[in-house]
């Protein structure tokens, strides 16, 4: 039987019990999204993902995993679902000769993964993490999703707790491991961030026999996380601005809607262009270039797939907004939020043209720093010029306390408020930008702005000119 898994490959992958004959052409664990042919995963989590089952078969699921018995459908019966999911992965990634890439890091991740997934593309059949698809399910399910004849495997690998990256980098064994950049994030599982840099080497220990570590340069850890790399690997290499980095940014020039940097890899320099705005964009490209020339890809091919790059819903997506007679120029930066990316956004923010306002949600998993490290956003906010700034929720009141009142534009306890608060501030042509955390609401108050009975979206960039 063809397909991406047959009942008989399932069997030999998990050691679970088939029952009936049947072949499936992908995976999924959630019957919303769920596809005609699929197989279904129950996962147990606030409800247990069973009870969905004859929902699955209803969509048109091709088999189901399950650890209650069935006798009358397709399935796959195993003692513990995600054990079998996490069998099926492990089973992947031994029937395919794909060179299979993983990347953490506190910011950057899903970015970089995009980056390096779209210039792989180009060059073979390529296989990655879809949306943020990096925890304990995410990963297993990516990988138990690729198909035999993959060329280049791409994965994202998050954590809160430390022994996390072990575990998924145990799973994938990748041939090369990339740290983006260590930063404070989940702090309240964390003593400081020296621990977390240490989490995020473990992602190191899952390397491969001659494997490559892409490590920042500029970043205080690069040593700590150096030292982490086991004896098998072959190579560490670096990106960034310092001088000893392989992939070494030297020149930068920073745009409303892009970037132009000129950089140096094996000792060749040249020019790339980003149509992503901000410094972190730029650094992106560097980790992103480095990974393709470690596995082989052409420079030029890797230039063009930079240069086409699109944005990412909720990290910098801009859409042009028509709200009543007034023309606004919403940035999405709401797919979640720590100290430095809420900087980087800022940053970006402050490029743009014309009146500036900045409206930001609580960061949260900050531990006891919290307070500080919301009021500590006030120096990026003056530094870029930032002409209002509206806040929103119970950790940003810690910001909105020391926001001078010329540009303070008022809190609001949560997503539905702050959307009464800031249509009355909005004037033609400002640009509005939202970050915050994932719990935060800011995801809902981007949604709610576009869905405004006259918003118009439309998220072309030539539309974008006011900033150039």
Sequence with gaps: MSGLWSHTDAVSATGGQAVGEWAINGLSIDTRSL????????????????????????????????????????????????????????????????????VTGSVGKTSVKEMIANMCRLSGNTHASIKSYNNHWGVPLTLAGMAQDTQYGVFEMGMNHAGELSDLTGIVRPNIAVITKIAPAHLAHFKNVKAIAKAKAEILSGLVK??????????????????????????????????????????????????????????????????????????????????????????????????NMKEI????????????????????ESYNANPESMKAAIAVLGLNKGRKIAVLGDMLELGDDEAALHAEMLDPLHAANIDLVVTCGLRMKHLGGVLPTAINAGWYADH????????????NG?????????????GKLVAALKQLPSANNNNNKKDFTHAL
């Design 313 to 332: 819903q909720g990290r910098g997506e801009i859409n042009c907004l028509n709200i009543g007679e007034k023309r606004i120029y919403l940035v999405d």
């Design 35 to 102: 596809k005609p042919g699929q197989l279904f995963v129950p996962l147990k989590d606030i409800r247990d993902g069973h009870d969905f089952i004859p929902l699955a078969y209803e969509k048109g699921a091709g088999a189901v995993i399950s650890e209650r018995q069935i006798t009358d459908a397709p399935a796959l019966i195993v003692p513990d679902s995600l054990k079998a999911l996490e069998d099926l992965a492990v089973a992947a990634r031994k029937r395919s000769s794909a060179t299979r890439i993983a």
């Design 210 to 307: 001659n494997g490559v570590a892409i490590l920042p340069r500029d970043s205080a850890y690069y040593s700590l996380l150096a030292q982490h790399l086991p004896k098998n690997a072959i190579k560490i290499a670096s990106f960034g601005w310092h001088k000893n980095a392989d992939a070494c940014i030297l020149e930068t020039r920073l745009l409303a809607n892009s970037s132009q940097s000129v950089m140096r890899i094996a000792g060749r320099k040249f020019d790339v262009e980003l149509p992503l705005p901000g410094k972190h964009w730029v650094e992106n490209a560097a980790c992103s270039l480095l990974v393709g020339h470690s596995v082989g890809l052409k420079l030029n091919d890797m230039l063009i797939s930079l240069k």
């Design 416 to 427: 539905k408020a702050c959307l009464s608060g800031i249509l009355p501030l909005l004037e």
């Design 430 to 442: 400002d640009t509005l930008m939202v970050k915050g955390s994932n719990a935060s609401g800011m």
